[in-house]
Nanobody, 126 residues
Framework: VQLQASGGGLVQAGGSLKLSCAAAGRAASSAHMGWFRQAPGKEREFVAAISWNGEATFYADSAEGRFTISRDNAHNTLYLQMSSLKPEDAAVYYC????????????????????WGPGTLVTVSS
């Protein structure tokens, strides 16, 4: 499976941005997917995850209520709609994929993901 994130850019605090992650490969539609982010000097941190069929979603506390994860399996695309952006949301955002029957806790662990795409940079100006 190959993943390619896009949609990053410069946005003012309080603004919105929608990230996309295009997945290629036969197993893409059966993968659970997650968004993580990594700011300079920090570890990659969980943002949101979604089950393979889109029926279950999970969010980090920092994203709850502001970000929405979704997917379109017909087009093998994952999305992250981000609203009310804050300067602390600035980071490189990555999408990842994993299979199996992960718990919510596992979905929040970057090392459990099998595939990652190149990240997309989100910059938030204050």
């Amino acid at each position: 499976v190959q993943l390619q994130a896009s949609g990053g850019g410069l946005v003012q605090a309080g603004g919105s941005l929608k990230l996309s992650c295009a997945a290629a490969g036969r197993a893409a539609s059966s993968a659970h997917m997650g968004w993580f982010r990594q700011a300079p000097g920090k570890e990659r941190e969980f943002v949101a995850a979604i089950s393979w069929n889109g029926e279950a979603t999970f969010y980090a506390d920092s994203a709850e209520g502001r970000f929405t994860i979704s997917r379109d399996n017909a087009h093998n695309t994952l999305y992250l709609q981000m609203s009310s952006l804050k300067p602390e949301d600035a980071a490189v955002y990555y999408c990842g994929a994993l299979w199996g029957k992960p718990t919510a806790r596992v979905l929040g662990i970057a090392s459990k993901y099998s595939y990652w795409g190149p990240g997309t940079l989100v910059t938030v100006s204050s």
